[in-house]
């Protein structure tokens, strides 16, 4: 990758235990492809929202994709790459590698070595921990909850086609009602990555552009295209996805503040916030790539997936150079 000159101020040689105040800013729009519901655990519930203040000091309601299940998302789609080049690893020194010994998500055995779980963290009970170096907030929706969601029944219909159970003839219980956001709305999301390398950054980016569905899915619901609209690179941290989402909706305001908004407006306007809000947060040194390196820039972590062979080496390459893999053979 060549494209990363302008940001090498704050991008890491090499992987080290102590921050240096680097920080990459990736400006993320999410938009719905297809119905989707995004909300905490089990059916029955509505989706996530919360009440917020906008730019005019009033009092509404957002929907909200959790920032949790929206890096697990993409953490999954990084892992199922590692998983392909054998560079997830068991947790102890001398176990041979097996299916269940193999560093995994939520099952409390986190190999510690894998670009994974250096990048995203973990924590063990016996007192082994790194801190998440992709730090993000919930992703909020532009408009209002009530203006981008809607609630249907459904009933779950014996093979009969009916609601009695052809058996029993009792009639069936299972009649509910889902809440859903609907295709086309718009959430901002702002992924800050702290003191990492070329090749983590390329594996961020790869996992967002990647990742597809969010949410509770099926084959039917949960379709989310990501967006990546800027990258900026700085010595702190810049400012809050909320204060993004209300600077872009006083901009929307007068020309796109009902669903549908039309997604060249979403993207001018929400763009345009961005450095806005840079210009009057800033205190410290920053770069934004322009329109055109960004463009450049994607296309460039694009074509290293394009080229598995060339993938697999960074990866290998960057998994290799953790202190503690010193001597891991490849
Ligand atoms: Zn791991």
């Keep these: ?23 990459i800013s990736v400006f993320i729009l999410r938009t719905t492809q297809s119905e989707a519901i995004f909300r905490t655990e089990g059916s029955g519930e509505g989706c996530n ?16 994709i959790s920032k949790r299940k929206q890096i697990a998302v993409e953490r999954r789609e990084g892992r199922q790459q590692l998983r392909k080049y054998e560079l997830l690893f068991t947790n102890k020194e001398k176990e041979a ?14 190999c ?12 063990v009970g016996t007192g082994g921990a790194q801190k998440s170096r992709v730090i993000s907030d919930d992703a909020y929706s532009l408009l209002p909850f009530d203006l ?19 058996i029993s003839g009792k009639a069936s219980s299972s009649i509910g009602e889902d809440e859903y956001i609907v295709p086309g709305s718009h959430f901002l999301d702002i992924e800050v990555l702290r003191d990492v390398t070329e090749t983590e950054l390329l594996m961020v980016l790869g996992n967002i552009i990647r990742s597809k569905r969010y949410g509770a899915i099926t084959s039917r619901i949960g379709s ?3 967006t990546i609209l800027g990258i900026t690179g700085s ?13 872009s909706e006083l901009l929307l305001q007068s020309e796109a503040n009902e669903h549908p908004q039309p997604e060249s407006k979403v993207i001018q306007n929400v763009t345009q916030s961005i450095a806005q809000l840079i210009d009057t947060h800033i205190c410290g040194d920053y770069y934004s790539l322009t329109a055109e390196e960004l463009k450049t820039f994607i296309q460039e972590v694009k074509d290293v997936y394009a080229f598995p062979e060339q993938l697999k080496e960074k990866l290998i390459a960057q998994t290799l150079s953790y202190p503690q893999n010193e001597g891991l053979q490849k």
């Design 235 to 247: 010595d702190s941290e810049l400012f809050s996805t909320l204060e993004w989402i209300n600077a």
């Design 49 to 64: 929202r919360e009440i917020v203040t906008n730019s005019n000091g009033q009092a509404l309601f957002r929907a909200v």
């Design 148 to 166: 981008i969601s809607d609630k249907k029944t459904f009933n779950a219909l014996y093979e009969n086609n009916t609601m009695r159970d052809p």
């Design 224 to 226: 989310v295209k990501n």
């Design 1 to 23: 990758m060549n494209f990363i000159n302008a940001l090498k101020p704050y991008v890491a040689n090499q992987y080290s235990h102590l921050p240096k105040s680097r920080f």
């Design 112 to 123: 510690e070595k894998c670009i994974d779980c250096m990048l995203y963290g973990y924590a």
């Design 97 to 110: 590698i097996q299916d269940d010994n193999v560093c995994s998500m939520n099952r409390n055995n986190p």
